[in-house]
């Protein structure tokens, strides 16, 4: 059956509270005149895409949220956080969680395999995802949207529970990105997802069969039911302390690049202390 | 109001390509513009002495064949010379995706080189507008869907070619740009849904049922035969002139999309299933849509980046595509 926006609406009424539904059944894009933006984004699946994520995230991973007056309610801006728990439910729980704050259909810039898987692919590109090429975040930013960037990428996800809160290699992109764009970062910590899933392994060569950078082998077969906590830091204004041109220059995207870690990684610290266990 | 221009201030054009729809499409709006002097059609067609519609004698037809040299040669250095021609608008390539062999070469590539060459030393040629296409992009998944000019363009030696002509014409004409005394402009047209114009999607969408691959529904951007002739003639009056833009259309849609406006069923297969199923369509039913040189846009979105065609010519599409199904 094709999934077509007025069944993708039909499918979010039924997951959605009506009060929810009220205000997502008309979020606002970019429309081309056929009801997509040129990724493909549609308000229908976009709907659809908080209706599938509800449930978790209001009685599964049971989201808290902290500092969400951080997060630009019109203007482009770039979140950038830690990502983690060996499936991305990470990024899920973040974006309907962005959504559900402010109003604003996140843009979540996921890598060049995700677009090519197929189903998911398109689902999540209806729901605003777009894949990770600078051309894509540069014609986003300058129509003012929020982007979505993991700077661990996979690095960060597929890293097993030894290395749990630890972050990994820090790509620099989002700082290009942000300097050369003018917009400021939003450094975020998700707590809860390191310990959603434990890897015990990793299959590689049947990952890449399917076009998947790994294949883990998880402790648990579904993850576990912790509590999410996502902290929104104060924006880094990347935009007022550097100039568009400085985004060429390596030992300043490096500097700005490593606030943002240092950040995120501060974000962590304090959740983690003020967290009970990882079911609270 | 707008000044009355000189009779030796109005524009003298060329168009090639002149009985394609495209083409034709062209020739009455140069027509219909005051800025425009006289018009100099050239197509393959001996009939078509006469243009289908009423032209003030400011209009010429000749048939040429652009596949031979010694044709461009006599054409621009006989009757484009003694119409003092200043604008060739180049808009004759082969449309047929299954046409082979060294003339379409010579038609679609080797042409242009000759009128490049030629029109370097002629004494009233300055500019020349290259209808080109979106097809010359390299499309796969780690690559922008905003597709702007200085994207990646397909130097696959497994591209048919129809889509390998179409890149060396292309670089061929970019190459030139301030090497040559011409102006020159390329254009880089999204691909035009109407008759006669070589559109592999509209060949698609000729079967009531139109297979996808299952799993995919990328984006797509889709030009009007209006807005594709209003970019030409923005193209030929630009004071910008040597440049590359990029011409989108108004439509940008899945292909799922694409294919229930155009009342069509749309029937998802394994990727695998389909390139064996439209040669077979292609071999019994002599259509021309070829699943292969399609592939990766049928599965990646590709959506070309207007914004320098609207800074530059002020274009913007205006013109959507009449759907025979409405929006539903």
């Given amino acids: 059956m094709l999934l077509t926006p007025k069944i993708a609406r039909r499918l979010a009424k039924t997951l959605l509270p009506t009060e929810v539904m009220d205000w997502a059944g008309s979020l606002e894009i970019s429309d081309n005149g056929h009801g997509f933006d040129p990724f493909g984004l549609h308000p229908s699946f976009a709907a659809l895409g908080l209706g599938l994520c509800w449930k978790l995230h209001h009685d599964y991973f049971r989201v808290l949220s902290y500092g969400v007056e951080n997060i630009p309610t019109e203007s482009g801006a770039i979140i950038a956080a830690n990502h983690s728990g060996t499936i991305p439910t990470d990024a899920m729980m973040l974006w309907a969680d962005v959504l559900i704050q402010t109003r604003r259909i996140p843009r ?72 050369r764009h003018s917009v400021p970062i939003v450094p975020t910590a998700i707590i809860g997802p390191e310990e959603q899933m434990p890897q015990i392994g990793q299959i590689n060569s049947i990952g890449k ?7 883990p082998i998880p402790l648990t077969p579904l993850p576990l039911p912790v509590r999410y906590h996502i902290h929104y830091g104060e924006p880094i204004p ?28 501060l974000l ?6 003020t967290r009970k266990n990882i079911f609270e | 109001m707008t000044k009355k221009l000189k009779k030796s201030e109005l ?21 219909a513009d005051d800025r425009v002097g006289h018009v100099l059609a050239i197509g393959p067609d001996s009939g078509a002495e006469e243009m289908p519609f009423s032209h003030d004698d400011r209009l010429t037809y000749r048939q040429f ?22 604008v060739i608008m180049h808009i004759s390539m082969h449309r047929s995706m299954t046409a082979k062999g060294s003339r379409v070469h010579a038609l679609n590539v080797d042409s242009l080189r000759s009128m490049i060459d030629l029109s370097g030393r002629h004494p009233t040629i300055k500019r020349l507008v290259l209808k080109s296409d979106v097809a010359v992009y390299q499309v796969q998944r780690d690559l922008p869907v905003l597709i702007t000019e ?73 030009l009007s035969l209006n807005d594709a002739v209003r970019a030409l003639e923005m193209a030929c009056f630009a004071k910008q002139s040597t440049t590359i833009v990029n011409i989108p259309g108004a439509d940008t849609l899945p292909l799922s999309s694409c294919i ?64 025979p199904t409405p929006l539903s």
């Fill in chain 1, 108 to 179: 979540p810039i996921a890598d060049h395999f995700v677009p090519s898987l197929p189903w998911l692919g398109v689902l999540f590109a209806r729901s605003g995802m777009v894949g990770g090429s600078r051309g894509n975040a540069k014609a986003l930013l300058s129509v003012d949207e929020l982007l979505m960037i993991f700077p661990e990428g996979v690095g960060g996800i597929g890293k097993n529970s030894k290395l749990a809160y630890q972050l990994q290699k820090w790509h620099l992109g989002h700082t290009e990105l942000a300097i």
């Fill in chain 2, 11 to 31: 524009k003298r054009v060329m168009v090639t390509g002149a009985t394609t729809p495209i083409g034709e499409r062209l020739c009455r709006s140069l027509l």
């Fill in chain 1, 268 to 273: 962590i610290k304090n959740g983690l202390s």
């Fill in chain 1, 238 to 265: 990347v935009h007022l302390k550097y100039k568009p041109e400085d985004a060429d220059n390596p030992d300043v995207v490096r500097e700005a690049a490593e606030d943002v870690r240092r950040s995120v990684e």
């Fill in chain 2, 150 to 222: 200085s994207h990646p363009l397909n130097m696959g030696g497994g591209a048919p070619q129809w889509v390998r002509d179409r890149v060396e014409a292309d670089v061929l004409a970019c190459t030139h740009m301030g090497l040559s005394p011409l102006e020159i402009t390329v254009l880089r047209t999204a691909e035009v849904l109407a008759p006669g114009t070589g559109s592999q999607l509209l060949d698609f969408l000729a079967s009531p049922v139109c297979f996808r691959p299952l799993g995919y529904d990328p984006m797509l951007n889709l």
């Fill in chain 2, 65 to 86: 064949d652009l596949s031979r040299n010694r044709h461009v040669r006599q054409m621009l250095f006989g009757i484009a010379k003694d119409l003092k021609i200043e």
């Fill in chain 2, 260 to 323: 229930e406006r155009w009342g069509r069923v749309s029937v998802p297969l394994p990727g695998f299933a389909l390139a064996p199923l439209y040669k077979a369509r292609q071999r019994l039913r002599g259509t021309e849509f070829s699943y292969g040189a399609n592939r990766r846009r049928f599965h990646y979105a590709s959506v070309p980046d207007g914004s320098r065609a609207a800074e530059q010519f002020g274009y913007l599409p205006e013109h959507p595509i009449h759907w």
């Fill in chain 1, 209 to 215: 069969l399917f076009g998947l950078p790994y294949m």
